[in-house]
């Protein structure tokens, strides 16, 4: 009879555990910078396996989010693509003071879906073999700023402007390039890396001196302030798991 009752006793207990910890499961909503899309995918997915908490993605340019943030957007969290935007909303009381962070430093890379096309040290720029070259909106997209800085360091942005095709964000200037809508253009190395090589196609992976470092920052936004997910997800991001994860697509940390 004891032994009977020391099971009930532990089976009740452990309904009783689980049923707590979905109580206490929260789902946060979430603002991420395209270039961190196949990442981020993979995180959330470990992060509500390991936490019960669940994120709900949306994905798009930093600068539009900015606006639809300023505009009343329920983003909780906001990983941007930069360092200036969080910094931006901190500054504007509409994020959680001391609760923005780094949580991953990104590269530009010269890219074309055809191989052979873009050489080892981006000279395809100088000989002008392509008709177009796919850029993110720098207006919007810090990879695009990074990529207009970039050509404007090898004294080439005023010759390849007129061939530019323009991404609202990265990952359409991504799109541009996989479907052939431009032979080659300036994309996150995350975007065609995967398991540390370039996927397909031919790459070269500028060089840091030539842009300023992208940053990437995130922020817990202030109708994330209460929400235990967005406080988990922030310390997530931080963890040994998340950050394997993130190296695994080129980014520095």
């Known amino acids: 009879m004891r032994t009977c009752s020391r099971i009930l006793v532990a089976l009740a207990t452990a309904a ?98 055809q191989a052979g096309l873009v050489d080892e040290k981006g000279e395809v720029l100088r000989t002008g073999q392509f008709e177009r070259i796919a850029v993110a909106d720098p207006k919007l997209a810090p990879y695009g700023a990074a990529a207009v800085e970039t050509l404007t360091h090898l004294g080439l942005l005023k010759a390849l402007q007129p061939r530019f095709v323009q991404g609202e964000n990265i990952g359409q200037t991504y799109q541009f390039i996989a479907t052939g809508n431009a032979a080659l253009g300036f994309v996150a190395l995350s975007q065609v890396m995967v398991d540390g090589r370039i996927a397909r196609g031919s790459a070269w992976v500028v060089p840091a001196e030539l842009h300023a470092p992208i940053r990437q920052d995130a922020v817990i936004l202030g109708s994330g302030k209460d929400n235990p997910a967005a406080t988990a997800l922030a310390s997530y991001l931080r963890g040994d798991k998340a950050r394997a994860i993130i190296r695994s697509y080129g980014y520095a940390l």
């Not at 049923?19 to 603002?31: D, P, R, W």
């Not at 504007?92 to 990104?106: N, P």
């Open 16 to 113: 009783a555990t689980g049923l707590f910890g979905l109580c206490q499961a929260a789902e946060v909503s979430v603002a991420v910078a395209a270039n961190f899309t196949a990442p981020m995918q993979k995180i959330a997915a470990a992060f509500e396996q390991d936490t019960g908490h669940k994120a709900i993605l949306a994905f798009g340019s930093t600068g539009k989010f900015y606006a639809q943030i300023k505009n009343g957007a329920p983003f909780q969290i906001l990983l941007a693509a930069d360092d200036e935007t969080p910094a931006r909303l901190d500054k504007e009381g509409l994020a959680v003071s001391g609760s923005r962070f780094t949580y991953a430093t990104g590269k530009l890379v010269l890219w074309s879906a």
